[in-house]
């Protein structure tokens, strides 16, 4: 069935540093993917999605690329905020497409 | 309203009790998904509905946990004589598809923290 694979964190970085968060997938066909954030006492919002491969999703400075030739859907972000301390989650369908089927999640911290 | 809103909150119980959580998905959306969230497991996915019925109740760990939705909203995740290993967040998420369009976002509520004494 579909899995997905998630760098464990903590990450810890300064303000304006680069981010990475590596995702790799397997699975049937060409699924969409997803990464989804849960910031510090709220609930778990999408935060970015590609719905086919090359596809980049972005959103609040975020972004991935559907990485078929690498299996992969790596989160990055040029210069992270302290406001970007949050949990990040890699998905995607259960082959079923009856589930999301997420990573373990990746704490990023981020310090002034 | 205008997310998916999920209640109690939080719920602390006694072992040996049965508790209900409830879920109301988002207005128009016919799949809705229940996960469970605890630590050092992530997010596990428990049941998954289409309308009314539930074409993959696969995650449910043991026949203490069901489930049901009516009219096509409202879902009630119900586990009975509730053990320690129970204490997670417990999750409702719903999507316009499910199935073949599980490639739509599933919308996620606050959750419910579910502690067992």
């Known amino acids: 069935g579909n899995s997905v694979t998630q760098m464990e964190g903590p990450v810890t970085l300064s303000e304006e540093a680069f981010l990475t968060i590596n995702c790799t997938y397997t699975a049937t066909g060409y699924p969409s993917l997803f990464w989804y954030v849960q910031y510090p006492g709220e609930g778990l919002q999408l935060l970015l999605k590609a719905t086919k491969a090359d596809d980049k999703g972005s959103n609040k400075g975020f972004e991935a690329t559907y990485r078929k030739e690498t299996t992969s859907f790596h989160l990055e972000k040029g210069s992270v905020q302290v406001s970007d301390s949050a949990v990040y989650l890699c998905a995607l369908p259960s082959q079923a497409g009856t589930a999301l089927i997420f990573g373990k999640g990746t704490t990023l911290s981020v310090s002034s | 309203g205008a997310g998916v809103s999920q209640s109690p909150s939080n719920k602390v119980t006694e072992k040996g009790k049965d508790v209900e959580l409830r879920c109301d998905p988002i207005?128009?959306?016919?799949?809705l998904y229940w996960y469970r969230q605890s630590l050092g497991q992530g997010l596990e996915f428990l049941i998954y509905?289409?309308?009314?019925?539930?074409?993959?109740k696969s995650g449910l760990p043991s026949d203490r946990f069901s489930a049901e939705r009516t009219g096509g909203s409202v879902s009630t995740l119900t586990i009975q004589r509730t053990q320690q290993e129970d204490s997670a967040v417990y999750l409702c998420a719903s999507s316009l598809l499910g199935g073949t369009g599980a490639n739509q976002p599933q919308h996620f509520g606050d959750g419910t923290r579910l502690s067992i004494l």
């Open positions: 207005s128009g959306h016919t799949a």
């Open positions: 509905f289409q309308g009314n019925s539930a074409p993959d």
